[in-house]
């Protein structure tokens, strides 16, 4: 028997792969359209996780370090966050290209491990965010991002330069 860790089962339901339950983390879900082909987007995100994997780029602050990419492909791209306090959070990259326009559609989802947080401040979404925005993503020619606080637990307090 093939056993699925949680974390990977919640984000596999998070994706839209199975029924849609709400899992009890702290989560965030947000969609990209990025100007890019998606082989792109994809180096692109793997090169910065593994540009901030150790805190050193923390020395000054902030969250942008302590990345670890488990695993990548063209199609996913699998990794973990670990904040300042331990907190661990499981990231998970879905990049499809665009039907009808020459962009990459790009879903991350980002699940906090701890049961016992309710608020996350937006580091989540800053998880993701600042994946995207530091591997030059976001200056991409076309560029959108859709996102709520719906989809992301607590986006509109997110301060992506510290939390
Ligand atoms: C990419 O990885 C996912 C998850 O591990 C797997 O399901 C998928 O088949 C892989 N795709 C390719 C093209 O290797």
């Known amino acids: 028997m093939i056993v699925i860790p949680w974390f990977v089962a919640s984000l596999m339901v998070a994706s ?3 029924l849609p339950v709400e899992p009890p983390h702290t989560m965030c879900k947000a969609i ?42 063209q199609t996913y791209i699998f990794a973990k966050h670990t904040t300042a306090d331990k907190e661990v ?3 998970l990259f879905h990049l499809k290209p665009s039907h009808d326009s020459p962009t990459c559609r790009t879903v991350g989802i980002s699940i906090s491990e701890a049961l016992d947080r309710v608020s996350d401040n937006g580091a989540n979404y800053c998880n993701l965010f600042n994946l995207v925005e530091g591997s030059g993503l976001t200056k991409a020619k076309i560029f959108k991002e859709i996102t ?16």
């Open 32 to 73: 990209w359209i990025i100007g890019a082909p998606c082989g792109d987007v994809s180096v692109a995100l793997v090169n910065q996780i593994k540009m901030w994997s150790s805190a050193d780029s923390c020395s000054t602050g902030g969250e942008k370090c302590r990345y670890e990419l488990k695993s990548s492909n």
């Open 148 to 163: 709520n606080d719906f989809m992301c637990n607590e986006r509109s307090l997110a301060k992506c330069e510290v939390y």
């Open 16 to 18: 839209g792969a199975f």
């Open 89 to 91: 959070d499981d990231l």
